[in-house]
């Protein structure tokens, strides 16, 4: 075991995140543009599935696999955003019973 390759690839690791925190102090990355990126990703799987499963219905689409990936694509990013949203709201309690 080569105990100096762990460590350097943890000083890697570290690097890579240093200048992902320099790049977005650039970027200058607004969190209220992210979540409404993300939101609208989330919209934009549940209508695609939505789609599919209609095309599927009317014949136009053969294949079953295309529409359950898409279907279960729709089911995790709403999934995702729901535990966001649960996160986000028990980080605002927490922060609203801290005693100044």
């Given at each position: 075991?080569?105990?100096?390759?762990?460590?350097?690839?943890?000083?890697?690791?570290?690097?890579?995140i240093?200048?992902l925190?320099?790049?977005?102090?650039?970027?200058g990355?607004?969190?209220?543009?992210?979540?409404?990126?993300?939101?609208?990703?989330?919209?934009?799987?549940?209508?695609?599935?939505?789609?599919?499963?209609?095309?599927?219905?009317?014949?136009?689409?053969?294949?079953?696999?295309?529409?359950?990936?898409?279907?279960?694509?729709?089911?995790?990013?709403?999934?995702?955003?729901?535990?966001?949203?649960?996160?986000?709201?028990?980080?605002?309690?927490?922060?609203?019973?801290?005693?100044?």
């Open positions: 075991m080569n105990i100096v390759g762990l460590q350097n690839s943890i000083l890697v690791k570290d690097h890579k240093s200048e925190n320099k790049n977005v102090g650039k970027e990355i607004n969190f209220s543009e992210l979540l409404t990126k993300s939101l609208q990703k989330v919209s934009d799987d549940q209508l695609y599935a939505e789609h599919m499963d209609n095309l599927f219905s009317l014949g136009a689409i053969d294949n079953i696999s295309d529409v359950t990936i898409a279907a279960m694509k729709a089911d995790l990013s709403i999934n995702l955003a729901v535990e966001v949203t649960n996160r986000v709201l028990s980080a605002y309690n927490e922060i609203m019973r801290l005693q100044l």
